[in-house]
């Protein structure tokens, strides 16, 4: 599994003061929310005798086992035992580097454990440009992280899979930060629209890529967070922000109609995904779009 931030929840599903657990990683994550509103994500079993922490409950701004009463701080310090004044050095549950931004909870995840880098999703998500998430996609499929990321650059499948022609150009743009971003531009014909159009891909995260596409003034923003739930199964959530800019009817429409061919594309690639192999030295023809600049770029998440 490669290193990086991934959502393991929107923020809308964990309300204060909810406890519950989560699989991702190829284990489970205990997922909680202060009563102020922070979140804390704990691995599952408590430091004392191994209580499963996820039928605990919040006090304030802890979490309580639910065997002896052991409250853990936002840290994973045991901060109160409620029948010893003494607290053990050693009494501490381990959390996992977490970040919320703009209604997604992401964790800072490698499996050497080496140390973490900074999230590289901007904050855009909230911009002012984007009026909050319309719609939410969610699919559980038997693949790797990469192999979407793939296909975001597979030009020749845009036709033979989802009929949708191949773009009439695509420009790469690198930023400082280690991300960059794919511009396709449609003469006509994408999403069933007979109109011109510009499709741009963030590549932030292994798990995360943020696309924009602009059809004229009309515009919608899409979150695709994949997170792996094991070595061979990835929960894909996707999210889709209308523009500001424009009248809810508008708005509303453009995300109904991007909601729903996005996920027919996305519907046609999954039994593709599921029953394919992942070939390190594949046969490529010249037109095959630029494959090989996603691989490099992975290369660095293991
Ligand atoms: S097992 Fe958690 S407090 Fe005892
Ligand atoms: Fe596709």
Request: negative net charge; charged residues 25%; glycine residues 8%.
């Amino acid at each position: 599994m490669p290193a990086g931030w991934y959502c393991v929840a929107y923020s809308d599903e964990l309300a204060p003061g909810e406890v519950k657990s989560v699989r991702y990683f190829g284990r489970e994550l205990v997922l909680a929310r202060t009563e102020s509103g922070k979140a804390m994500v704990t691995d599952p079993h408590c430091p004392h005798l191994g209580a499963h922490m996820a039928a605990g409950k919040i006090i304030g701004e802890r979490i309580a086992c639910p065997f002896h009463g052991w409250e853990f701080g936002v840290e994973g310090r045991c901060e109160r035992i409620p029948y010893d004044e003494t607290i053990p050095r050693k009494a501490k549950i381990h959390t996992w580097l977490h970040e919320e931004r703009d209604g997604f909870l992401f964790v800072y995840f490698d499996p050497a454990n080496r140390s973490p880098r900074e999230n590289r999703v901007p904050s855009e998500l909230g911009d002012s440009k984007w009026r909050g998430i319309m719609r939410r996609r969610e699919w559980t499929i038997r693949t790797h992280p990469q192999e979407l990321f793939e296909n975001g650059l597979d030009a020749a499948h845009f036709e033979f899979v989802h009929g949708i022609g191949q773009p009439l150009s695509s420009d790469i743009h690198e930023f400082d930060d280690g991300t960059w971003s794919a511009h396709h531009r449609y003469e006509r014909g994408l999403f069933g629209l007979r109109m011109p159009a510009d499709l741009t891909i963030h590549y932030c995260e292994p798990g995360v890529h943020l696309t924009t596409v602009e059809i004229g003034r009309l515009a919608v923003f899409i979150v695709a967070a994949v997170t792996p739930i094991d070595e061979e199964t990835q929960h894909q959530r996707v999210a889709y922000f209308g523009s500001a800019n424009v009248p809810w009817p508008i708005r509303e429409a453009m995300v109904s109609l991007l909601a729903f061919e996005t996920s027919r594309q996305f519907e046609q690639d999954i039994p593709i995904w599921e029953s394919k192999v992942y070939l390190e030295n594949p046969v490529l023809c010249s037109n095959d779009g630029d494959i090989a600049r996603i691989r490099r770029w992975f290369a660095q998440f293991y």
